[in-house]
Every structure is written in structure tokens, then in C-alpha cells.
């Protein structure tokens, strides 16, 4: 009943292990815990959030163009070094089954597809809620600074996404 995306979404949770974690969850993390009561100094000034939401509309579009471009390179191409992936085994085991490394790399990308569209969504939708429904400031902050979270995040999953993508390719 099209929430089959949440398999995705736990395949991905499976498949982190501490280094993801501290990179892709912790840093972003931090980087808001940072943000956040700076913000609130500042008397809830909201236009720090309205200009990262409008910069982070395109990057996420173009970020979302290219791991599309990459999932279709990664599902119809038929180079050997795709061949050769589809047999490594990882380390990484979901549901009692070792993942390929060409698993684990659609598993990666195919929840940062998921993650983003999630966020365009919510950056075009967010701001209908937080100027029709009244909001305290409190949850307007902790709405845009679990956007903020996401897209850093997003940013972070795909340096890793487009680094192993590299390494494959170019079997380093």
C-alpha cells in the first residue's frame, strides 16, 4: 500500500555500520545541536532557514538527477566491473543474507533518492503549514532544523555513494 519504501528504509538502518553512523548521522547531528541554539539567540530569526531551504531545493534536485542517473547505470549497465561487484560479498547480513556489494550500493542510493524526495517535499510543503497553522517558534526551529538535518545528511550519504561508485568503476 505503497509504503514499501520503508523496506528500503530498513535495509539501509541494517546495513550502517559505526563509521556510517558517526559520519552520516552524528555529524549532521551536532552540526544542528551547533545551529540550533544559535538561532534561538537571535531572537527565532527564521530567514536563515528560508534561504537554506531555497539553496537546498536545487542542490537536492540536481542530487536527486544524478543517483537516479546512477541506480539506471548501476541496474542496465553490463560492464565487468558491475559483473564482478554483483558477486563480492559484504560484510553487512539483512535478514540472516549476506549483501553483495552491488546490493548494498542500490540499497545506499536508492534510500538517498527516498530521503531526498522526502525533503523537496517537505521544503515545498513545510512553509504552507508553518504560515496557515500557527506554529510556535519552538516547532517551526526543530521542523526546519530537522530539514537542515536531512540535507546534511543527504549531503554526507552521497560523498560516500559517489566514492564507492568511483572505487568500483575505476577498481581502485
Known amino acids: 500500500m505503497y509504503l514499501e519504501f520503508l523496506i528500503l528504509i530498513y535495509d539501509y538502518f541494517k546495513s550502517l555500520n559505526k563509521r556510517n553512523v558517526m559520519f552520516e548521522w552524528v555529524v549532521p547531528f551536532v552540526i544542528i545541536a551547533l545551529v540550533i541554539p544559535l538561532n534561538i539567540c537571535n531572537n527565532y530569526s ?54 553483495s556489494l552491488y546490493e548494498l550500493l542500490l540499497i545506499n542510493f536508492s534510500y538517498t533518492i ?18 496557515f497553522i500557527l506554529f510556535s517558534n519552538e516547532i517551526k526551529i526543530t521542523l526546519y532544523g530537522f530539514l537542515v538535518f536531512l540535507t546534511i545528511q543527504i549531503l554526507l550519504i552521497t560523498i560516500r555513494n559517489i566514492t564507492d561508485f568511483y572505487l568500483i568503476v575505476s577498481k581502485k
Open 114 to 131: 527516498v530521503i531526498e524526495i522526502f525533503v523537496i517535499l517537505s521544503c515545498l510543503i513545510l512553509p504552507l503549514f508553518t504560515k
Open 46 to 99: 527564521f530567514e536563515i532557514f528560508f534561504k537554506f531551504k531555497e539553496s537546498s531545493l536545487n542542490i537536492l534536485g540536481v542530487l536527486l538527477g544524478i543517483s537516479i542517473a546512477i541506480i539506471t547505470i548501476l541496474v542496465t549497465g553490463g560492464g565487468k566491473n558491475l559483473e564482478q561487484i554483483r558477486n563480492v560479498k559484504t560484510p553487512v547480513k539483512i535478514n540472516n543474507k549476506q549483501v
